[in-house]
C-alpha cells in the first residue's frame, strides 16, 4: 500500500510579520531603541488587561449560573479596558514604529534633507497627538466636574484620563524616535509646541491660516506621517475652524471605543494570536489539505468559507483578520499561492458575512429602521450567498491560474490530519454553543475562546509553554490592538465633526431635490454608502446614517428590507474602499505589510464584489424572494 502523502514542513510563522523582535524597537527611521524597563512595564500591563477582559465576562457566566447574578459592572469594567488597552497600545505601537503611513517618502531624500524632513513628519505627529492629549484633558476635566461613576469605586474621569496620558505618551515616543540626536529632538519638541501654540490660538479660525495647516499637515502625511496623525490632524483643523471645543473630539472617542461590541476584537485577537504562537497553522495545513486538496483552489475556497463563517458569528470584519489570519495566510503560500493574491483574498473575505444570521450589524439595522430582524434575515440570505459564491468562484479560478498545488486524495491521511487537529477544529463551536445555547453574549463568547485557545495550546498540544504563550501572543495582540483603535478613534473624531456640520442632511437634501429616477436614486446610494462604509464604523453608520435615507427611498419606492440589504452590502464593501477601509488597515497591521500594497491586493477582489453588489441592488428580487408575501 502507497503511504499517505507527507505534510510539507512549514516556515515557521511569525505572528505579526514585519514587527520588531521582542524586547527591540525602532524608531521612526527603524533604527533599534534599546529595552527598558519602561517597555516591559508596558508589555505586563497590556497583557494584564487582556486577561482581566478575558477572564471578567467568564466570571459573569458562572455568576449567573451559580448565584443567579453576574458580576456587577463588569460589563462597564471590559468596555474600558477596551479604551485602555488601546490607548496603552497604540504607545507600544509608537514605541516599536509600528503606526501605519501611507509610506515614508521622507526616507528617499538623500542626506541630509532626509533628517530635516523626517524631523518636520515627527513635528507635526508630535503637534496632533499633543492636540487630541489636550481635547482628552477637556473631557476630563468636564467629567471631573460632574463626578459620574463607572462602578462604585471608579471615578469616570480617572477611567477617561487614559485618554490624554495615551496621547501625551505617544507624542514622547514620537520625539524620542524621531532621532538619536538630542538637538534634534529638542527641536522636533520646540517645533510641535510652536504647532500646538498656532492651532489652539484664534490665528486658525482664518482662511489663509486654517488653509496653511491643512497643507503642512497633507505634505506631513505625504512624507510619512502616521495615519492616525493624518485623520485626527483634520478633526483638530475643522473642529477649531469651526471654533468648537476639542473635547468633543474625545468624547467621540470615549464613546465608540467603550461600545458594548468592541472588546471582541480584542479578544478574538487575542485568541487568534494565541493559536498563531501555539502553531495551529501547521496543523489546520495539513487538515485542509488532506480534506480540498485534490479540488482546484481548494484552500482559497475554504479561505472564503472559513471567514465568511466567522464574521458572520463575530460580526466584526477586522476581528477575522485579526483572528484567523496567521493561520490561513501560510497554509495558502505553502501551497503556492501567491502572496498578493493571498494577501487580497484574506483582506476582502474578512469582510464577507455581514448579511448572514445572526450577524450583529443586520439585527441592529431592523431595530434602527423598525424592521422584523426575521426579515432581515430572510431577505440577506440569498444576496450573502450569491457575494459568497462568486468570491468563491474567483478564489478556485485564481488558484488553477497560479498553478496551485493540489493533493492527491488520502483517507488515512484524513484521519490522521483530523485526529491531530480536532481540538482546533473544535474551535467554532465555542462560538456556536455560546451564542445560540443562552450561555453568552458576544463577548463572553469572544472570552471562552480565549480560554479555550490557552487551554488547547498550553495543556493539550503544549508546542509553547503558557508564559511564553500570553507574554508573546498579549504583546503582539496590544501593538495591534493600539495601532488599530487610534485609526478608529481619529476617523470616529472626524465623523463627529461631519455629523456637527450636517454633511450627510446636506447631500440627501441635494438628492432630494435634483434627482427624480429610481435607478439614478440607487446608483447614488451605491456610492454615498461606498464612502459612508469607508470612513464609518459599520455600527455608526448605522445609527446615523439610516434615520437619513429611509425616508429617501420610501419616496423612491424602494421596499424596506430590499434598502437595508442595499445599505449592509455597500458597507461590507466599504470595509476595502481606500483611503481608511478598516479592513486595510487590520491587513497592514496583522501582516506587516505596507498599506499601498494591501491597497493593490484587493483590487481584482473589490471589483469583483462590487458586480455582486450591483446585482444585489438592481435585483431586488433576489432580497424579497424569501419574504412572506
Not at 164 to 180: E, H, K, Q, T, Y
Request: hydrophobic share 55%.
Amino acid at each position: 500500500m502507497e503511504a499517505p502523502p507527507e505534510s510539507p514542513s512549514l516556515p515557521p510563522v511569525d505572528p505579526a510579520a514585519g514587527v520588531p523582535p521582542r524586547g527591540e524597537a525602532r524608531s521612526g527611521a527603524g533604527e533599534p531603541l534599546p529595552d527598558s524597563l519602561a517597555a516591559r512595564v508596558e508589555n505586563a500591563v497590556s497583557i494584564a488587561l487582556l486577561v482581566g477582559m478575558a477572564v471578567l465576562p467568564l466570571l459573569e457566566i458562572v455568576g449567573r449560573r451559580v448565584w443567579r447574578t453576574g458580576i456587577p459592572g463588569s460589563n462597564a469594567l471590559v468596555q474600558h479596558a477596551t479604551l485602555w488597552l488601546g490607548c496603552l497600545g497604540g504607545a507600544i505601537a509608537a514605541r516599536d514604529g509600528q503606526l501605519l503611513s501611507i509610506g515614508r517618502l521622507a526616507d528617499r531624500f538623500p542626506e541630509p534633507y532626509r533628517r530635516i524632513l523626517s524631523a518636520f513628519t515627527a513635528a507635526v505627529s508630535t503637534a496632533i497627538s499633543l492636540l487630541l492629549a489636550w481635547s482628552g484633558f477637556q473631557l476630563v476635566r468636564a467629567e471631573w466636574a460632574d463626578r459620574h461613576y463607572v462602578v462604585p469605586i471608579l471615578p469616570l474621569w480617572v477611567a477617561e484620563a487614559v485618554i490624554p496620558a495615551g496621547f501625551l505618551l505617544i507624542a514622547w515616543r514620537l520625539v524620542r524616535s524621531s532621532s538619536r540626536d538630542g538637538w534634534t529632538r529638542a527641536a522636533v519638541a520646540a517645533a510641535a509646541v510652536a504647532g500646538v501654540a498656532f492651532v489652539g490660538s484664534g490665528v486658525i479660525l482664518g482662511t489663509v491660516p486654517f488653509a496653511a495647516a491643512l497643507v503642512t499637515l497633507l505634505l506631513a502625511v505625504i512624507l510619512g506621517a502616521p495615519l492616525f496623525a493624518a485623520l485626527g490632524g483634520l478633526a483638530v483643523l475643522l473642529f477649531r475652524h469651526a471654533d468648537v471645543p476639542l473635547a468633543s473630539i474625545s468624547a467621540e472617542i470615549y464613546r465608540i471605543v467603550t461600545s458594548p461590541t468592541l472588546p471582541t476584537i480584542p479578544l478574538f485577537g487575542f485568541a487568534g494570536y494565541v493559536l498563531t504562537v501555539g502553531n495551529v497553522s501547521r496543523r489546520l495545513v495539513r487538515f485542509f489539505r488532506a480534506f480540498v486538496g485534490w479540488m482546484p483552489g481548494g484552500i482559497a475556497v475554504v479561505t472564503v468559507l472559513v471567514c465568511t463563517f466567522f464574521t458572520t458569528f463575530t460580526g466584526a470584519s477586522g476581528v477575522t483578520i485579526v483572528a484567523l489570519g496567521g493561520i490561513l495566510l501560510p497554509a495558502l503560500l505553502v501551497e503556492r499561492y501567491p502572496e498578493r493574491f493571498s494577501l487580497g483574498l484574506l483582506t476582502s473575505s474578512g469582510s464577507l458575512g455581514l448579511l448572514f444570521p445572526p450577524c450583529l450589524p443586520v439585527i441592529l439595522y431592523g431595530v434602527v429602521a423598525g424592521i422584523a430582524v426575521d426579515k432581515m434575515f430572510l431577505g440577506g440570505l440569498l444576496p450573502g450567498i450569491l457575494l459568497t459564491a462568486i468570491m468563491s468562484a474567483w478564489a478556485a479560478w485564481g488558484g488553477v491560474r497560479a498553478g496551485a498545488r493540489r493533493t492527491p486524495f488520502s483517507v488515512g491521511e484524513l484521519g490522521a490530519a483530523a485526529r491531530e487537529a480536532k481540538w482546533d477544529l473544535l474551535l467554532p463551536v465555542i462560538v456556536l454553543v455560546g451564542i445560540f445555547g443562552g450561555i453568552a453574549t458576544t463577548v463572553e463568547a469572544a472570552a471562552m475562546t480565549v480560554l479555550y485557545a490557552v487551554c488547547v495550546e498550553a495543556f493539550v498540544h503544549r508546542d509553547t509553554g503558557l508564559r511564553k504563550l500570553l507574554r508573546e501572543a498579549g504583546t503582539e495582540t496590544s501593538r495591534l490592538v493600539g495601532g488599530f483603535l487610534l485609526l478608529l478613534a481619529a476617523a470616529t473624531g472626524l465623523t463627529g465633526y461631519m455629523v456637527d456640520a450636517g454633511v450627510p442632511q446636506a447631500i440627501f437634501e441635494w438628492v432630494r431635490q435634483t434627482i427624480d429616477s429610481r435607478f439614478t436614486f440607487l446608483l447614488v446610494l451605491n456610492v454615498f454608502l461606498l464612502v459612508v462604509g469607508a470612513f464609518m464604523h459599520i455600527f455608526s453608520a448605522i445609527v446615523i446614517v439610516v434615520p437619513i435615507i429611509a425616508p429617501l427611498a420610501a419616496a423612491f419606492d424602494v421596499h424596506p428590507v430590499h434598502l437595508g440589504i442595499i445599505f449592509l452590502a455597500n458597507l461590507e464593501l466599504g470595509f476595502l474602499m481606500p483611503p481608511v477601509g478598516m479592513n486595510l488597515f487590520m491587513s497592514a497591521y496583522r501582516f506587516g505589510k505596507p498599506f499601498g500594497e494591501v491597497c493593490r491586493s484587493i483590487v481584482p477582489f473589490l471589483l469583483i464584489l462590487l458586480a455582486g453588489v450591483l446585482v444585489i441592488t438592481y435585483v431586488p428580487a433576489l432580497t424579497t424572494a424569501l419574504l412572506p408575501k
